[in-house]
């Protein structure tokens, strides 16, 4: 009887352990896109911003100041990977809106993914 018990307090803790063990997975999986932010939302919100500074500027000595941040901002969003929901959404809403990223289906293939 004893030994009935032991084996089943071994079985109980190892159910235990790998329920543990698999709920600590899932976790793991499911944090980091939440723990890390993608910076792609970031990066098109400065791009917006800068892009209706372009638009509304007095001078083309002042848009001319704007367009290497601008530049390095579309590549910094169209070449980094998306690592959560709303990087992917950063990246369409970049591709839709700015007219110098081509839009044919390889290029969207190839900056989507």
């Known amino acids: 009887m004893a030994n009935a018990y032991l084996r089943h307090e071994s079985a109980r803790r190892n159910t235990l352990s790998r329920r543990t063990a ?3 997975a ?12 993608d910076p792609h939302p970031a990066w ?3 791009w ?3 892009d209706q500074r372009f638009t509304d500027a007095n001078s083309d000595e002042e848009a001319r100041t ?7 901002l579309i590549e910094l969003i ?9 990087g992917m959404i950063a990246k ?6 700015d007219t110098r990223v081509s ?7 190839a900056v989507l993914f």
């Open 92 to 97: 369409i809403q970049a591709i839709r809106e």
């Open 66 to 72: 704007l367009v290497p941040r601008l530049n390095q």
């Open 78 to 86: 169209v070449d980094t990977p998306a690592t959560t929901p709303e």
């Open 103 to 109: 839009t044919s289906v390889a290029s969207l293939h």
């Open 26 to 37: 899932l976790l793991a999986a499911v944090m980091p896109s939440e723990a890390v932010a």
């Open 22 to 24: 698999l709920t600590g």
């Open 48 to 50: 917006r911003t800068l």
């Open 44 to 46: 098109l919100e400065e």
